[in-house]
C-alpha cells in the first residue's frame, strides 16, 4: 500500500516563528489533506488540497501531485498551534484514506 | 457544521465481551471510517465504507468488524474485546473527493 512519511517528527518553536511540515508519499493519490489534532485528541481538517497552494490566515499549504510531496507552513505561530499534524492521502482508484505518521509541534512563549 | 459524534467518550469493558462502538454523521457523506489511534503508531485504518452495506478492509481488520445499515450511521464491534484493542477510536466521514471531519473519539480500555 501507500506509504506516506512526514518531517520533521518533532518541532520545538517559540511563539512568533514559521515553520513548515513536509508530507511525501510513495504514489499517486487522489487528494491530500491536512489535519491538526489539539490536546484533547480532536482531529480538526485544515486543508483539503488536491494540488497547488491554498491559504487561511496563518497557515497555508501547498501540493506539488507531480513530484509527490505537500507542505504545510505555520507563520508566526502561537501556542494554541501546538499539537500534532497530519497529512492524509486517499489511494487512487480507492476511497482509502491513509494517514502519515505525524509532526508533532510545541510552541512555547 | 458537518456534526460526527461518536457514542462514546470513555468506555470501559472486561475481556471476552462484545463492543459496540457506534457513529453518526448529519452531512449524507458517502464515506466513512474507522481508525485507531496508539501512542507512537499514529492513526491506522480498520475498515471503511463508501455506501449503505458497503465496506473494505483497512490495514488492521483482525478483530473487529463494521455495520452500515443506514447512510448516517456506521458501526465498529469487536466480537470478542482483549486488552490489546486497549486504544483511542477515531471515526470520520467524508464525501466522495471531499474533505474528512472526525468525532471526538472513544477511548476504550479492555480490562
Known amino acids: 500500500g501507500i506509504q506516506v512519511e512526514q518531517s520533521p517528527p518533532d518541532l520545538i518553536l517559540q511563539e512568533g516563528a514559521n515553520s513548515t511540515l513536509r508530507c511525501n508519499f510513495s504514489?499517486?493519490?487522489?487528494?491530500l489533506q491536512w489535519f491538526h489534532q489539539n490536546p484533547w485528541g480532536q482531529l480538526i481538517n485544515l486543508f483539503y488540497i488536491p494540488s497547488g497552494t491554498k491559504q487561511n490566515g496563518r497557515l497555508s499549504a501547498t501540493t506539488v501531485a507531480t513530484e509527490r510531496y505537500s507542505l504545510l507552513y505555520i507563520s508566526s505561530s502561537q501556542t494554541t498551534d501546538s499539537g500534532v499534524y497530519f497529512c492524509?492521502?486517499?489511494?487512487?482508484?480507492?476511497?482509502?484514506?491513509?494517514f502519515g505518521t505525524g509532526t508533532r509541534l510545541q510552541v512555547f512563549p | 457544521d458537518v456534526k460526527v459524534t461518536q457514542s462514546s467518550r470513555y468506555l470501559v469493558k472486561r475481556t471476552g465481551e462484545k463492543v459496540f462502538l457506534e457513529c453518526v454523521q448529519d452531512m449524507d457523506h458517502e464515506n466513512m471510517f474507522w481508525y485507531r489511534q496508539d501512542p507512537g503508531l499514529g492513526l491506522r485504518l480498520i475498515y471503511f465504507s463508501y455506501d449503505v452495506k458497503m465496506k473494505e478492509k483497512g490495514d488492521i481488520p483482525e478483530g473487529y468488524s463494521v455495520s452500515r445499515e443506514k447512510k448516517e450511521r456506521f458501526s465498529l464491534i469487536l466480537e470478542s474485546a482483549s486488552t490489546n484493542q486497549t486504544s483511542m477510536y477515531l471515526c470520520?466521514?467524508?464525501?466522495?473527493?471531499?474533505?474528512?471531519?472526525f468525532g471526538q473519539g472513544t477511548r476504550l480500555t479492555v480490562v
Open positions: 504514489d499517486s493519490v487522489n487528494n
Open positions: 492524509a492521502v486517499e489511494e487512487n482508484n480507492t476511497d482509502k484514506l491513509i
Open positions: 470520520a466521514s467524508s464525501p466522495q473527493q471531499g474533505r474528512a471531519f
